[in-house]
């Protein structure tokens, strides 16, 4: 039975989405067979992954809204995705007036996931409806951190007590912290490093020994609609995000 990731952060722009195609990638290149859910109006996973929809062709909003089985697509070997839409954004308010709101995602992935090894689910930047359905499908979640940016740590903080307060209590028990990872590090820039500091002490136990590396190569991927192992297998970040890969998998020998 697949475990179930969800990428988190309030704060945007942090390397959730980043996170979820390149590790999900990394897993796939390790020989795992791995899932990614776009579960983001802003469908940033489904365009940078190169996927382009037909009008009429379904997404997570069917699932959501219908209960419809999820449209898998397949990218690559071991590799699955399921888009999404901006169609999602106008099923806001609907789903926030519906009772069995926080199960929709979890019995979507049901009948699936004993297909995969990972499904990695990428959030967006909000504490809303479709991060609650996360949460509530997730064996675990993983925070993105960006380094060098006050508001990532807040934002941080922000889901990491949500889910150890309400959720758990809530609505899903048994989900543990997997990991918070630094993205965007720029070694031996002062802003990086005090980020790294200030997350060592506040979360020894949580904070992934890898970190993502800044590179530029980085935003120019999902221009291209590629993950980073296609568009620059030899970079840092490429190696930092199967160090990534590794570090998970061993948490589970
Ligand atoms: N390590 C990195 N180095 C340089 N640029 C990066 C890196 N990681 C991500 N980026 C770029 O930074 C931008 C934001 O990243 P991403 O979309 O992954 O963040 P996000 O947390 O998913 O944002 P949102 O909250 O809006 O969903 C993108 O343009 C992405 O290509
Ligand atoms: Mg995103």
Do not use: W
């Not at 990614?36 to 190169?50: K, S």
């Not at 991060?131 to 903080?157: E, H, M, P, R």
């Amino acid at each position: 039975m697949a475990e179930i990731i969800s990428v988190l952060n309030r704060k945007g722009g942090v390397g959730k989405t980043t996170t979820t195609i390149n590790l999900g990638k990394a897993l796939s290149l390790l020989g795992k067979k791995v899932l990614l859910i776009d579960n983001d109006a802003q469908a940033n996973l489904t365009e940078g992954l190169g996927v382009e929809l037909e009008d009429g062709d379904p997404t997570i909003y069917q699932s959501y809204k219908f209960g419809s089985p999820l449209p898998i697509i397949e990218i690559d070997e071991n590799f699955d995705m399921v888009p999404s839409g901006s169609e999602l954004d106008a099923y806001q308010n609907e789903i926030n007036a519906d009772i069995t709101r926080n199960y929709k995602l979890k019995k979507a992935i049901k009948p699936i996931r004993n297909n995969y090894d990972f499904i990695l689910i990428d959030c967006p930047p909000s504490i809303g409806a479709f991060t609650a359905n996360a949460v509530t499908a997730s064996t675990k979640y993983l925070i993105t951190a960006q380094a060098g940016s006050a508001f990532s740590t807040t934002g941080l903080i922000e889901v990491k007590d949500m889910i150890d307060n309400d959720v758990k209590e809530e609505i899903n028990e048994s989900i543990e912290c997997l990991g918070i990872l630094i993205t965007f590090y720029r070694p031996n820039v002062s802003a990086s490093e005090a980020t790294v500091q200030q997350l060592t002490e506040m979360f020894p136990e949580d904070l992934l020994k890898s970190k993502i590396r800044f590179l530029t190569k980085m935003s120019e991927a999902p221009f291209l609609g590629r993950d980073i192992f296609s568009h620059a297998p030899n970079s840092d970040a490429a190696n930092n995000y199967a160090s990534l890969a590794m570090e998970i998998l061993d948490k589970y020998n």
